[in-house]
């Protein structure tokens, strides 16, 4: 399954919602998605990014590296970064790398 990631401004959040697998053979996305993530947040006030990650049915190393990256980035400017209604293989994952510490994870 190929990944896609789109992006739409509702309110104050910068939504980015997230279909498929996201594993390397997917990955160069992730460069594109984090230019413009930030491109969009200086262009629009925004006070969080949220992932939508319930149409996700992998993560592996490579994205979970790249939400780490999009959160360093965004505490430069001070926005939050939220995880939302992550599917239970998905969210099994971010319970072991232990990313509710540094994410606010919503169901």
């Given amino acids: 399954m190929t990944t896609m990631i789109t992006q739409a401004h509702v309110g104050t959040d910068l939504v980015a919602t997230a279909i498929g697998s996201l594993t390397f053979q997917g ?3 992730g460069a594109r998605v984090l230019d413009e993530l930030f491109q969009k947040s200086a262009a629009t006030p925004t006070q969080r990014i ?3 990650l319930g149409a996700v049915d992998i993560i592996d190393s490579h994205w979970l590296g790249f939400l780490i990256r999009v959160l360093k980035r965004a ?3 001070k926005i939050e970064v939220v995880l939302r209604g992550a599917r239970p293989g998905v969210r099994r994952v971010m319970d072991l790398v232990q990313f509710g510490r540094l994410f606010t ?3």
Avoid: W
């Fill in 75 to 77: 505490e430069e400017h």
């Fill in 105 to 107: 994870i919503e169901a």
């Fill in 27 to 29: 990955y160069g996305e």
């Fill in 50 to 52: 949220v992932f939508e």
